[in-house]
C-alpha cells in the first residue's frame, strides 16, 4: 500500500461521484434510441442535477427529523461503499475495515433510511412505496449473502480485495460453474436492489406501480437532488462490483504505479459503460413484473445462489 | 363540600407517598442487586474459579455455588440487564400503581436469575431454576385482574413448570449415571444416558430459551407482563436457556457428537425464520419483540449448533467463532431487547396502546423515547452500527468458513443455514422498520396517541442506560474481548484455537476476513457529513427554505386514516409467506338496499394465529382434558367411593410389597 493507493481510492470515489448521473444518461439514452426517441442526450441527468440544486428548500408540514437525514444517510453509506470496494485498485486503504458482507449491511442501512421517510411523510404512497420496498429488500438478503458465500469460497476469506485478486490469479474462476451461478443470482439481485426493470420501472409515472419512486415522492428541490444523486451512485457502484467480482483484468493490484491506476480507471468506466448499455437494451424487452410475482423471481435467484454455494461446496479445493 | 375539598388533597398524599417510596425502594434494590452481579460474574469471569458449600441452608444436600467463567459471563449479563430495569422500575411502577407484591419480588427475581448460573450442584441448580420460575410467574400475574393476563399466566405456568419436568428428569439422569451431585464431580456417562440428557435438557431449556416448538409461551406472557418484567424475561431469563444447554450439554457432556450440533442447527434456524416471520406480521408491539427474541434465541442456537458441528469436523478456528458469535449475539440480544421492551412499555404507560394500527406520531411528543426505541430496533436488526450487526457477522463467518474440513453433512447444512440466517435478517429488518416506522413516525392514528406525553426521567435515564450498553457494543465490542477469551477457553468446543484477533478490527483467528465495526462508524459519519457538505452546492442561489404542506399527489386534506397502518404493511409479507402463516381474513362488503353494486360499508377481519400452536399445542390440551374427564368420572365426592380407593390401594401396596 502506498500513497498510490490512496490517490487510486480518491479517484474511484471522485470518478463514481461525477460518473453515476452520466451512467444514468447513458441507460435512458440506450433505451430512448432502442425505442426511436432522440432523449435529452448523456448529460440530462447532470442537469437536472444542476436546476433542482438550485431549487428551495422544501420541508413539508408533519416530517420528522428522519424525513431530513434520509437523503445525506442514502448517499453516505453508498459513498463509504464505493470507497470500500475495489474498483479502481485491490488494494484499497479501507478493505480490513469492512468485508462484503458488511457492504451488503450498508446498502440495507441505505435502503432502511428512505424507507423510514417514505413513512415519515404519513401520505398512503409514502407507505405503499416503504412497504414495497422493504418486502423485496426482505427477500433480496438471502441471495445476496448466499452469492457472497458462494464467490468466498474458493477464495477462502469474504474480504473484496481478497475475492478480486484470487480472481486475478485463476481466471478460470470467473466461467466456473459456481460462478457462472453467482453472477447470475447477482445480477437479479442487482437488478432488485436498484429499482430497475422488471422488478421496478425507474421512469414510471403512475404512483399505484411505484416502489421506489413512491416513498420519495415528497421530495423535491435539492433533498430530491441528493436522493436521485445516491441511486445514481448506488447503481454504478454495484455494477462496477459486478464487473470486478468476476471479469477484474485492469484492475491496479495493491501497489501500484501511476500508470496502473491509469489504466485501472479506464478499465473500470468501460466495465461500467459495458454494463450499462446491456442492462438498459434488456429492460427494453422487459415489461414490469406484478409485485407479488417478485417473489417467484428472487426466489429463482435465491435456488440459483444456492447451488451456486453447494456446487462450490463440493467441486473446489482451495489453492 | 368542605370536608370533601379538605379529604381530597390528603388521600392524594398518602398515595403519592406510597407511591414514592415503594417502587424507589423496589427499584433501587434491583439495581443495586444487578450491580452485585455484575461485580460478582466480573469477579468469576477474571479471577480464579471459587467454590462455596452452605450445608445448613438446605437440609440433606445443601447449597453449592461456583465461580467460573462460563457461570461468571451470565452472572454478570443478567446484573448488567438488572441494572437499568431497575431504574427504569421506579418511574414504571409508578405510572403504572403496581402492587406491594410484584415490586417486592422483582429484586427476587433477579436474585433468583444470578443464582442460576452460581449453582454448582444438580440439587443447587434445579432449586435455583424452581425459585426463578416461581418468581417469574408472579411477575406474569401482576395485573392478574385482566382475563388476558390470567390466560396468559395460565399458559406460561403450565409450560414452564412441564420445562422444569424435562430438565429435573434429565439432570436425575445424569446425576445418577455420573454418580455425583456436584458437576465438577460427575464422571463420565454411558453414549445412552448421554443422548437421554441431550433430548431431556434440550427440551427443558429450549423451551425457556423459546425454542421451537416449545416458544409459544413467549408471545402471550411477554405482552401481558409488565414490561420491565418483559424486559427482564427477554434480556435475561431466556438467556439462562442458553447458558443450560452450554454449561450441561456443551460443557459438561460436550463436545458433542455431529448430530447435537445438526439438531440444535435445525432448530434454531426454524426458530429464527419462524419466529422473525410472525414479528414481521406482528400488529402487538410487545407481542412483535418477543417473536424476535424467538427469532433471536434461534440464531444463537444456530450458533452453538455450528460450533459443536464445526468442532466435532476438526474445523477448530471456525468452531471457536461461531462460539463467540453465540455469546457475541447473547449479549447484543441482551442489550436491545432489554431496552426495547422498556421503550414499548413507556409508550404503554402514557398511551395505554400495544396496538400498532393504532399508534404513530410518537416522535414530535416523546422525542427521547423515539431515539432510544429507534436504537433498539436498529440493533434488532442487524444492520452496520447496530448491536446485533457484529454477532450475525461473525455467525455468518463462522459459517462460510467451514469448507477446508468439508464432510457432506457440513457442505450441505452451512449453505442453508447461511439462508436462513439470511432471510432471517432480511425479514428481521422489515419487522423493526415496521414497529419504528409505523409506531413511531408519521401522524397518530389514535387520540391516545395523539396525547402521548414523554416518560418520567427515572424511565429515560434507565433507557439511556440501556441504548449506551447498545451503541458501544455497536461501534466497540473489543470491551468484550477479554471475558470472551477466557469463556471460550472452559467451553469444549471452542477451546482448540485462540481468539486475539478480535481487536479494534475484528480479524478471525485462524481464518482469513475481517472487519472494524468502530472504524466503520467513524467512517459512515465522515462519508454522511460529506454528503451533506456536497448538497450544499449551488445553495446560495436558493430561495429561503420553505415550511409547506405535504403534496400527497394533490390531495388535499389527508386523515390519519388514509396512512400505511402495521397490517397494511406487513400485508406484502404476509402474502409472500401464505403457507406458512396461514392468516385468516374475512372480507364482509354490505350493500344499499337499492342496489347490490353499492357499497355501504366494507368490514376486513384479519387474525394471525400462532399456527405451530395451533397444531401442535391445541391436540394435546384436548387430549389431555379428555383424560381429565375421564378420570373424574371416579371422582363422584361419595366418601365411602373415596374409603374403597384407599383399601384397594393398599391392598395393592401389600401384595406387591410382599
Sequence with gaps: MNLMSYLAGAAQITGVALGAPLVIGVTRQVRTRLEGRVGGGVAQPWRDLRKQLRKQQITPHGTTAIFTAAPPVLAGTTLLIIAVAPLVATGSPLDPVADLFAVVGLLFLGTVALTLAGIDTGTSFGGMGASREITIAALVEPTILLAVFALSIPTGSSNLGAIVAHTIDNPAQAVSLPGVLAFVALVVVIVAETGRLPVDNPATHLELTMVHEAMVLEYAGPRLAMVEWASGMRLTVLLALLGNLFFPWGIAGPDPSAMDVAIGIVAIAAKVAVLAVLLAGGEVFLAKLRLFRVPELLAGSFLLALLAVTAANFFTTRA | ?658
Design chain 2, 1 to 658: 363540600m368542605t370536608l370533601t375539598t379538605d379529604a381530597t388533597p390528603e388521600a392524594e398524599q398518602v398515595i403519592a407517598r406510597h407511591n414514592g417510596v415503594g417502587p424507589a425502594v423496589a427499584g433501587l434494590t434491583t439495581s443495586a442487586v444487578g450491580v452485585a452481579g455484575v461485580w460478582i460474574g466480573l469477579a468469576g469471569v477474571l479471577g480464579a474459579p471459587r467454590a462455596v458449600q452452605i450445608d445448613w441452608l438446605v437440609p440433606l444436600i445443601g447449597v453449592a455455588l461456583q465461580l467460573d467463567p462460563l457461570g461468571g459471563f451470565f452472572i454478570a449479563l443478567t446484573g448488567a440487564v438488572a441494572v437499568p430495569v431497575g431504574v427504569y422500575a421506579i418511574g414504571y411502577a409508578r405510572r403504572e400503581h403496581l402492587g406491594v407484591v410484584p415490586l417486592s419480588v422483582l429484586p427476587l427475581f433477579v436474585a433468583a436469575m444470578l443464582l442460576v448460573p452460581a449453582a454448582a450442584s444438580v440439587s443447587t441448580f434445579l432449586l435455583a431454576w424452581e425459585l426463578m420460575a416461581a418468581a417469574s410467574l408472579i411477575l406474569v400475574a401482576a395485573q392478574h385482574t385482566r382475563p388476558a393476563v390470567g390466560s396468559a399466566a395460565v399458559f406460561y405456568a403450565v409450560m414452564t413448570q412441564l420445562g422444569f419436568v424435562a430438565i429435573l428428569l434429565g439432570l436425575m439422569v445424569l446425576s445418577a449415571a455420573g454418580g455425583a451431585d456436584r458437576f465438577a464431580d460427575l464422571s463420565a456417562v454411558t453414549p445412552g444416558a448421554r443422548t437421554a440428557v441431550f433430548v431431556l435438557t434440550l427440551a427443558g431449556f429450549g423451551s425457556k430459551a423459546g425454542l421451537l416448538p416449545l416458544h409459544a409461551w413467549l408471545p402471550r406472557a411477554h405482552p401481558e407482563a409488565p414490561s420491565p418484567v418483559s424486559a427482564l424475561m427477554s434480556a435475561a431469563m431466556v438467556n439462562l436457556g442458553i447458558y443450560g444447554i452450554i454449561r450441561i450439554d456443551l460443557q459438561l457432556l460436550g463436545p458433542g457428537p455431529r448430530w447435537w450440533g445438526v439438531t440444535l442447527l435445525a432448530i434454531g434456524a426454524v426458530s429464527a425464520v419462524y419466529g422473525v416471520l410472525q414479528a414481521s406480521v406482528a400488529t402487538d408491539l410487545k407481542r412483535l419483540l418477543a417473536y424476535s427474541t424467538v427469532e433471536n434465541m434461534g440464531l444463537i442456537a444456530v450458533a452453538l449448533g455450528a460450533a459443536t458441528l464445526l468442532a466435532a469436523s476438526g474445523a477448530a478456528s471456525a468452531a471457536t467463532v461461531a462460539m463467540a458469535a453465540a455469546l457475541l449475539h447473547l449479549t447484543g440480544h441482551a442489550a436491545f431487547k432489554c431496552l426495547g421492551f422498556l421503550a414499548a412499555g413507556s409508550v404503554l404507560a402514557t398511551t395505554g396502546l400495544r396496538d400498532l394500527d393504532r399508534l404513530g406520531g410518537l416522535a414530535r411528543r416523546m422525542p427521547a423515547t423515539t431515539i432510544l426505541f429507534g436504537v433498539a430496533a436498529l440493533g434488532a436488526s442487524g444492520l452496520p452500527l447496530g448491536a446485533g450487526f457484529v454477532g450475525e457477522w461473525l455467525l455468518v463467518q463462522s459459517l462460510i468458513h467451514a469448507t477446508p474440513h468439508h464432510t457432506t453433512a457440513l457442505a450441505l447444512a452451512t449453505p442453508l443455514a447461511v439462508g436462513a440466517v439470511a432471510l432471517t435478517t432480511g425479514l428481521g429488518v422489515a419487522a423493526m422498520v415496521k414497529a419504528f416506522g409505523i409506531g413511531f413516525l408519521a401522524r397518530p392514528r389514535s387520540d391516545a396517541a395523539a396525547e402521548a406525553r414523554e416518560a418520567p426521567t427515572s424511565m429515560l435515564t434507565g433507557m439511556a442506560a440501556a441504548a449506551t450498553a447498545c451503541v458501544v457494543l455497536a461501534v466497540a465490542p473489543i470491551v468484550l474481548a477479554t471475558p470472551l477469551r477466557r469463556v471460550l477457553a472452559v467451553v469444549p468446543a471452542s477451546a482448540g484455537a485462540d481468539p486475539s484477533g478480535l481487536g479494534t478490527v475484528l480479524h478471525l483467528p485462524g481464518l482469513a476476513g475481517s472487519m472494524a465495526p468502530g472504524l466503520l462508524a467513524v467512517f459512515l459519519v465522515v462519508a454522511v457529513l460529506a454528503a451533506v457538505v456536497a448538497s450544499r452546492w449551488g445553495s446560495r442561489r436558493r430561495p429561503t427554505p420553505a415550511m409547506l404542506p405535504l403534496w400527497a399527489c394533490g390531495a388535499d386534506d389527508l386523515t390519519a386514516r388514509m396512512q400505511y397502518t402495521a397490517t397494511s404493511f406487513g400485508e406484502p409479507l404476509q402474502r409472500v409467506f401464505d403457507d406458512v402463516l396461514r392468516p385468516e381474513t374475512d372480507v364482509e362488503v354490505t350493500a344499499f338496499e337499492e342496489s347490490q353494486y353499492l357499497v355501504a360499508k366494507v368490514a376486513y377481519r384479519a387474525r394471525i394465529s400462532d399456527v405451530l400452536q395451533d397444531l401442535l399445542y391445541t391436540p394435546v390440551v384436548q387430549a389431555v382434558t379428555f383424560c381429565a374427564n375421564g378420570i373424574r368420572r371416579a371422582h363422584t365426592g361419595s366418601v365411602h367411593l373415596y374409603l374403597t380407593y384407599g383399601a384397594l390401594g393398599v391392598l395393592i401396596v401389600l401384595l406387591v410389597a410382599r
